[in-house]
């Protein structure tokens, strides 16, 4: 059976119709997490004047988004393919529309502040530790676990996302 390989989009206007053809369900709801690996990012500002040395950065990142869309679990953000604007390259993943983080924020907020049901807190504890168990299986431990990089889907269910990737991360919704 040949491997699939990472589908790449040019994510600019007139390629858009490429976005639609990349992501599973023929639509633009996926999630687009942006590795910045222009000038804004810390560890390619030091190779401003040094093309290749940025290069070798970009093509590290690329190979690490090949190695990850090779992973498959039911509780990790499912990874359909790398985008890219100019130099600014972005994950897109299948949409998840709500993150740990916003729940809890809602829950908090409520007037009067209300709890999360602990029978669905408990499946995504355990659902969490299923996919965290995955990575380390795989050798691809996450670093930086926290509510905003845990992800709700359409069924309610956990999916770790922003794992193993390196820097700074920026993730957009559309």
């Known amino acids: 059976m040949a491997q699939q390989e990472i589908p790449e989009i040019d994510l600019a206007e007139e390629n858009r119709t490429a976005l639609v053809r990349g992501v599973e369900d023929g639509s633009f709801k ?14 390619q500002q030091m190779f401003k004047e040094d093309t290749a040395a940025a290069k070798k950065i970009d093509a590290s990142i690329l190979e690490e988004a090949k190695r990850l869309f090779r992973l498959k679990h039911a509780h990790l953000a499912q990874l359909l393919a790398v985008g890219f604007i100019n130099d600014s390259r972005y994950l897109i993943t299948a949409l998840c529309p709500w993150t740990l983080e916003g729940e809890m924020a809602k829950a908090r907020d409520r007037s009067p502040p209300a709890y999360l049901n602990p029978l669905v807190v408990t499946d995504w504890i355990i659902e969490i530790t299923d996919a965290m168990s995955f990575l380390h299986d795989n050798d691809t431990p996450h670093g930086n676990i926290k509510p905003n990089n845990i992800l709700i889907d359409w069924e309610n269910k956990a999916r770790v996302a922003d794992f193993a990737l390196p820097g700074k991360k920026v993730r957009y919704y559309i």
């Open 30 to 43: 996926c999630n687009l997490t942006q590795l910045v690996t222009g000038n804004e990012n810390p560890r």
